[in-house]
Antibody, heavy 119, light 108 residues
Framework: EVRLVESGGGLIQPGGSLRLSCSASGITFSSHNMAWVRQAPGKGLEWISFITGSSSAIYYADSVKGRVTISRDNGKNSLFLQMNSLRVDDTATYYC????????????WGQGTLVTVSS | EIVMTQSPATLSVSPGERATLSCRASQSIGINLAWYQQKPGQAPRLLISGASTRATGISARFSGGGSGTEFTLTISSLQSDDFAVYYCQQYNNWWRVTFGQGTKVEIK
């Protein structure tokens, strides 16, 4: 079955760190660029990071730059997002998404993992 | 950053009617535009890319159009399964994509 499954979310205090994971199955993971997109409760979608299949290029949104690190392990079909210095406004459901075409069109999404930053 | 603006914020439509959603880009993006559908508690689903090309398995009731800065998503003959939030996304700057704020299509 083709699927992406995120994990690692939870309740964390402001200033804390969290590592999100996304496990891929049923796809040739290394052939695809991947991204993280988040959605604050009741809000719209916000792209936050992108990584090419070979990890040769990485991009971040200004809202998270310097605080998050995207990475991948193609041998384990896994995508990661290390999040540091978390803020209350980082509270969101975090989705991993597969790039269909190399142009950041996302045709496969995980179910999301909720990160709640609160004291 | 390319800003995407969707209108209206909410669209009330009766089942069987046509719905037309709009998306405007703050600068020209050619046809590098995608549309997604999101239902409550679910991840987004790709509907259209290249402004008008339906994704695999997407009903022909969904059609996209436009280029440059003005785009539309039309849903003909709305069915109960179509009531959801719809997002446009530009990928002209593929290294820094942006989404519109969404249009909620609700039952009238």
């Amino acid at each position: 079955e083709v699927r992406l499954v995120e994990s690692g979310g939870g309740l964390i205090q402001p200033g804390g760190s969290l590592r999100l994971s996304c496990s891929a199955s049923g796809i040739t993971f290394s052939s695809h660029n991947m991204a993280w997109v988040r959605q604050a409760p009741g809000k719209g979608l916000e792209w936050i990071s992108f990584i090419t299949g070979s990890s040769s290029a990485i991009y971040y949104a200004d809202s998270v730059k310097g605080r998050v690190t995207i990475s991948r392990d193609n041998g384990k079909n896994s995508l990661f997002l290390q999040m540091n210095s978390l803020r209350v406004d980082d509270t969101a459901t975090y989705y991993c998404a597969r790039d269909l075409s190399g142009w950041s069109v996302f045709d496969l999404w995980g179910q999301g993992t909720l990160v709640t930053v609160s004291s | 950053e390319i800003v995407m603006t969707q209108s209206p914020a909410t669209l009330s439509v009766s089942p069987g009617e046509r719905a037309t959603l709009s998306c405007r880009a703050s600068q020209s993006i050619g046809i590098n535009l995608a549309w997604y559908q999101q239902k409550p508690g679910q991840a987004p689903r790709l509907l259209i890319s290249g402004a008008s090309t339906r994704a695999t398995g997407i009903s022909a009731r969904f059609s996209g159009g436009g280029s440059g800065t003005e785009f539309t998503l039309t849903i003909s003959s709305l069915q109960s399964d179509d009531f959801a939030v719809y997002y446009c996304q530009q990928y002209n700057n593929w290294w820094r994509v942006t989404f519109g704020q969404g249009t909620k299509v609700e039952i009238k």
